[in-house]
């Protein structure tokens, strides 16, 4: 029986891949993103109309003779008349300069006929540009552009914004981290802004397939820091691949897929991870009859902070299970049931309810979640043992599948969600949570009791540390003295060697490699990156160690070096020597010391 | 670019433009520069409405050349508007009247106007002529 319910997909590494053979330029440019052009060169009808009508009316108005306030003859200025038109074709309308005669309002009458018309043509040529909807794409494209140009950290391409896709940027922007969002319909990237993220994310709508469109979103820029590519349409998805890796094979690429077909074209593409909600959904059932403590071990670590162990169900690899629903959810699921051993049926929700009598578990994936939710109930009735797990398709109903409490609840895009975000911003304990899917329940249940034994019965926090000087001051400069220090010393907290430790290690990374959980002689090196299970008093012992060269001393020789630095200079002559030959500033001058 | 063995009209009315703006900005140019006599008034007026008409013909080109020929009307119309402005400020305002000092400011800037015009000119030249070569 495998045990390994995703290593079992020999194209998910390794391979071949397609790489590209000659270096392209990103396409970005477009042929009217320029709004002032287009703007100009639609108004120039209007603008030579405007001119002229003003021209001929103020040339004529100053060749014909009048008078001035005393009945002298005097005609008009040019100035003169050009302020008049502008005044009365605008139609302000002050009075006349000087009283008029008959030939003068004769030729101002047909002047305003003609200005008042040149105007309402400019304006409301003008007018109609502005409210145009190319126009107002051009606008916004720019807009977008000129948004996405500014980033000046590293930020993530969101290629499709559905369900899935509001779930990632939710949870980017708890991170704080910038993204970029694309999608092909506008209505769904107008929700961006009544998301109200915090960092006002641009957005764009297009045809996602086309590289300019990517080019335009930030692929081309030198902070870009990965594609997410989680429309709901299989091509797309791989498209934006296929561009994403031979236009800029060093950015990170995490697809979703939906078939296996897809999902093998993706990798073959270079993706860094393909998610397939389907398959995932089926790889977790199947750890979770087949492995149950791996399985009670991996939800429990991945819970909320301070949650109590869920429950364990054994026993449901041996029996019958049904699957109801049609296309590639069902096929997917019954392809990992039964290659896992189980005996499986595929029963079409429109032939009626399915028969549970006799089976173990129930597998309900329609596309509706009413039928889903009433085939499920009704199947619980028939059989109250049976386990069942639910689709659900949309998040509106959550609610009611919570009310019902099912033993397995399969939202494909939550799923997708918590991977995506899962590989950007926790890429560690994700690729622990992979190893623990492929390690047997012996391992889990010695894991499992360590834990509760250090840190209770309630779920551990997680927490990263990396051995660097930004992260572990104190840490780098006892190992850059050439001296050791060990895993089991990180993790005993500030009381000092041969304690109890409040902390579980988890995985070691290092180059490239990890080390589930490390010994505790283990001697870390610079750089190693540790990923901690412990409670929170466990963590602010940690704080203090990583920076603290005085506690690093003590955790790791069992003695207080001299806290002060008057002190520590009285003591230097007579106790230096005794201590290991420790340089002076390791005992007590760095201004780290200062303090403690 | 497609337009065959006819006229491009576009580039006629361009041209007839360019050139007109450039031969009343010359017009009004010419003469003794302390002289409000020499210099009238009304073909400085249409000097400016020509260019403006220039100007506004080469809106939403943006061809490289299309640029350079926005580029220098806008420069013309700008010191010919400038030019009107101080011959208005003088006949209309100051109480000195059109003398010898504000016509001659009317008349350099007028000048300024006209280098961009023939710069203008030369571009319609070497543009018609490098048409011809293809």
Redesign the interface.
């Known amino acids: 029986m495998p045990i390994t319910p995703f290593s079992e997909r020999p194209w998910s590494d390794g391979g071949p891949r397609v790489s590209r053979r000659h270096v392209v330029a990103i396409p970005d440019d477009s042929p009217d993103t320029?709004v002032l052009?287009?703007l100009?060169?639609?108004?120039?009808q209007p603008?030579?109309l405007l001119?002229?009508i003003l021209?001929i009316a103020?040339?004529g108005l100053s060749q014909i003779d009048g008078v001035d306030f005393d009945g002298n003859p005097r005609r008009l200025?040019?100035?003169?008349s050009f302020y008049f038109m502008t005044y009365t074709a605008a139609t302000v309308g002050y009075t006349e300069l000087f009283p008029y005669t008959s030939a003068q309002r004769m030729w101002v009458t047909g002047a305003i006929y003609a200005g008042v018309l040149g105007w309402a043509y400019a304006l409301g040529t003008l007018f109609s540009i502005v409210g145009d909807k190319s126009f107002k794409d051009a606008l916004g494209l720019q807009r977008f552009r000129r948004a996405v140009n500014g980033m000046h950290e590293p930020f993530y391409i969101i290629v499709g914004f559905g369900n899935a896709g509001r779930l990632v940027a939710k949870g980017l922007n708890n991170l704080h981290h910038r993204f970029a969002v694309i999608d092909t319909s506008a209505e769904r990237i107008d929700v961006l802004v009544a998301d109200q993220l915090e960092l006002d994310p641009p957005g764009w709508h297009g045809d996602l397939s086309t590289p300019s469109l990517l080019g335009w979103a930030g692929l081309g820029h030198k902070h870009c820091a990965g594609v997410v590519a989680i429309t709901d349409d299989n091509d797309i998805n791989l498209s934006v691949l296929m561009s994403a890796h031979l236009l800029r094979p060093d950015v990170r690429v995490i697809a979703r897929c939906s078939t296996q077909e897809a999902e093998e074209q993706m990798f073959a593409f270079g993706a860094d991870s393909v998610i397939n909600p389907y398959e995932r959904f089926g790889g977790y059932l199947v750890l979770a009859l087949q492995r149950p403590i791996t399985s009670q071990l991996s939800s429990w670590l991945l819970a909320a902070n301070g949650s109590e162990m869920p429950p364990r169900r054994e026993g449901l690899a041996d029996g019958r299970w049904v699957i109801a629903g049609v296309g590639e959810f069902a096929q997917e699921v019954a392809t990992d049931l039964t290659r896992a051993g189980l005996e499986v049926s595929i029963v079409d929700p429109a032939d009626g309810p399915p028969d549970v009598s006799d089976a173990v578990g129930l597998v309900v994936g329609t596309a509706s979640d009413t039928l889903n939710l009433a085939m499920a109930s009704r199947a619980r009735l028939a059989n109250s043992d049976l386990f069942v797990a639910v689709r659900q398709q949309t998040h509106t109903n959550a609610p009611l599948v919570e009310a019902l409490e099912f033993d397995s609840v399969f939202s494909p895009t939550d799923l997708v969600a918590q991977e995506v975000l899962a590989q950007l911003s926790t890429p560690h304990l994700w690729r622990f949570m992979t190893h623990l899917t492929e390690q047997d329940d012996e391992w889990s249940a010695a894991l499992l009791a360590r834990l509760e034994a250090t840190c209770g019965s309630r779920s551990p926090r997680l927490r990263r540390v990396e051995v660097d000087a930004l992260q572990a001051p104190a840490v780098v400069r006892w190992l850059e003295s050439g001296r050791p220090f060990t895993v089991g010393e990180l993790v005993s907290g500030s009381s000092g060697p041969n304690t109890p430790t409040a902390a579980v290690p988890l995985m070691m990374a290092r180059d490239g490699a990890d080390i589930l959980t490390p010994a505790n002689d283990f001697p870390l090196q610079l750089g190693d990156v540790l990923l901690i299970a412990g409670r929170s008093v466990a963590f602010d012992d940690l704080d203090e160690l990583l920076r603290q060269d005085a506690t690093v001393e003590f955790v790791a020789t069992g003695e207080y070096p001299d806290a002060t630095w008057l002190w520590s200079c009285c003591a230097a002559g007579a106790t230096a020597a005794s201590r290991h030959g420790i340089p002076a500033r390791y005992a007590g001058c760095s201004p780290a010391a200062w303090n403690s | 670019m497609g337009y065959g063995p006819g006229v491009n009209l576009e580039k006629v009315v361009f041209g007839f433009f360019v050139l007109l703006a450039a031969t009343l900005n010359f017009g009004y140019f010419y003469g003794d520069i302390r002289d409000p006599e020499v210099h009238s008034a009304y073909e400085l007026y249409l000097a400016v409405v020509v260019n403006v008409v220039a100007t506004i013909l080469k809106f939403g080109d943006r061809t490289q050349m299309g640029a350079i020929y926005l580029a220098t009307s806008l420069v013309a119309s700008l010191q010919l508007i400038a030019a009107a402005a101080v011959h208005i400020h003088a006949t209309e305002v100051s109480t000195m009247g059109l003398d010898a000092h504000a016509i001659s400011s009317v008349v350099s800037l007028c000048g300024g106007a006209l280098l961009a015009n023939v710069v203008s000119v030369i571009l319609l030249v070497i543009e018609t002529s490098s048409f011809r070569h293809r």
């Open positions: 320029a052009f287009i100009l060169r639609r108004l120039r603008l030579l001119v002229a021209t103020t040339f200025t040019i100035f003169e």
